[in-house]
T-cell receptor, first 115, second 113 residues
Framework: NAGVTQTPKFQVLKTGQSMTLQCAQDMNHEYMSWYRQDPGMGLRLIHY???????DQGEVPNGYNVSRSTTEDFPLRLLSAAPSQTSVYFC??????????????FGNGTRLTVT | AQSVSQHNHHVILSEAASLELGCNYS??????LFWYVQYPGQHLQLLLKYFSGDPLVKGIKGFEAEFIKSKFSFNLRKPSVQWSDTAEYFCAVMAYNNNDMRFGAGTRLTVKP
């Protein structure tokens, strides 16, 4: 059971570079989301999707883009990396029943450093 | 939008001590409440959740939490902690029928053997 798979595990970028963090799940979950985790601030929701073709903004969406062309994949794009985006990024998924029967399943995270 | 406050940043306890971690949320309507745990080097896992019914909910590993609506609180408790409970604990809130789940800043628990 792969669950939620995030790649890469580590990434170093220079300011201004762009990149895509990959997230894939094999549980046929409708709901997928991206969080960033920063010390003392917990997890903050960046973007989420309730199904293919549908995305919405969370608490801290600026500087990030997402798309959901398939149920399985939910990539997160950094358009022009900034040092403030140095963080650990977590992808999570759920069946989308409001998390009642299906809690959020988290990936192992991507540690991103922007210099 | 809803928000969550966790009062304790770092709690240090000895084994067998009792635990209570505070969580307060801000939202005027119906909410669903969660506690997640992150063990060192691992991703977040669900400890317990409250949707409706009995405000005292029991989760895995002997944890429980009580929803007090009048206080907008959902505190996590465990009668006797173990060294293996060392982890970071996150409270989360979701407005009813909304997919926007917000997490608190987390409380780091260190249990000394």
């Amino acid at each position: 059971n792969a669950g939620v798979t995030q790649t890469p595990k580590f990434q170093v970028l220079k300011t201004g570079q762009s990149m895509t963090l990959q997230c894939a799940q094999d549980m046929n979950h409708e709901y997928m989301s991206w969080y960033r985790q920063d010390p003392g601030m917990g997890l903050r929701l960046i973007h989420y999707s309730v199904g293919a073709g549908i995305t919405d903004q969370g608490e801290v969406p600026n500087g990030y883009n997402v798309s959901r062309s398939t149920t399985e994949d939910f990539p997160l794009r950094l358009l022009s990396a900034a040092p403030s985006q140095t963080s650990v990024y977590f992808c999570a998924s759920s069946y989308g029943d409001g998390f009642y029967n299906s809690p959020l399943h988290f990936g192992n995270g991507t540690r991103l450093t922007v210099t | 939008a809803q928000s969550v406050s966790q009062h304790n940043h770092h709690v240090i306890l000895s084994e067998a001590a009792s635990l209570e971690l505070g969580c307060n949320y801000s939202y005027g309507g119906t909410v669903n409440l969660f506690w997640y745990v992150q063990y060192p080097g691992q991703h977040l896992q669900l400890l317990l959740k409250y949707f409706s019914g009995d405000p005292l909910v029991k989760g895995i590993k002997g944890f429980e939490a009580e929803f007090i609506k009048s206080k907008f609180s959902f505190n996590l408790r465990k009668p006797s902690v173990q060294w293996s409970d060392t982890a970071e604990y996150f409270c989360a809130v979701m407005a009813y029928n909304n997919n926007d789940m917000r997490f608190g800043a987390g409380t780091r628990l260190t249990v000394k053997p």
